[in-house]
């Protein structure tokens, strides 16, 4: 199936591989084609419901002015059996993405290294907002340090609650489709 996909540039779909798949007698029903060629969403650890961090976005995803308010997230992407994991930053203004990394792994570098990037556009103290679910990423002593040294106000969703970040999360809807 990857041989296929790869053979056609990525513009074959499922049906498309199984009608190859069938050419080259091999018997696989179109069902199980599209399982394997359908994506997974990342699923963040399931702790505790902890108050880490105020929500200050309160769903008013409208911002006058660039680099006022900021969302992030991490999602997955199952491709082929290879997993990637994207993490962007957007700007609500605008809608630019302000910066993103990807890495195979889910790893506090892949959300730093964003974070250095995104820090590089912007003057320290700019009473920014950046909102995030409560992924175990934007817990870490690190990540909220990074932030605070540059003046950056951390915000976050609460637990289990995809709607408080529903920009990012109809992003990556979107991309995924």
């Not at 999602?75 to 962007?88: D, I, V």
């Not at 630019?96 to 990807?102: A, F, Q, R, W």
Request: glycine letters at 6%; proline letters at 3%; one cysteine or more.
């Amino acid at each position: 199936m990857t041989a296929i996909y790869h053979e056609n540039k990525g513009r074959y779909g499922y049906r498309r591989i199984t009608t190859d798949l069938r050419s080259r007698n091999i018997l696989l029903n179109h069902k199980t084609v599209q399982s394997f060629m359908r994506m997974k969403k990342y699923q963040s650890y399931k702790g505790e419901v902890g108050k880490i961090a105020p929500n200050k976005l309160n769903r008013n995803f409208y911002a006058d002015k660039p680099n006022q308010k900021w969302v992030t997230d991490v999602t997955e992407f199952h491709l082929f059996g290879q997993k990637l994991y994207l993490s962007p930053i957007l700007d609500l203004c605008s809608s630019d993405l302000v910066s993103y990394t990807i890495s195979d792994r889910p790893v506090l570098s892949m959300v730093t290294t964003m974070l250095d990037q995104a820090f590089e556009k912007i003057p320290h103290e700019t009473d920014l907002i950046l909102h995030s679910d409560q992924g175990w990423q934007y817990q870490q002593k690190q990540y909220q340090r990074m932030l605070r040294k540059k003046g950056i106000r951390q915000s976050m969703s609460r637990k289990g609650n995809c709607l408080d970040n529903a920009v990012i999360e109809y992003l990556f809807g979107l991309l995924k489709s």
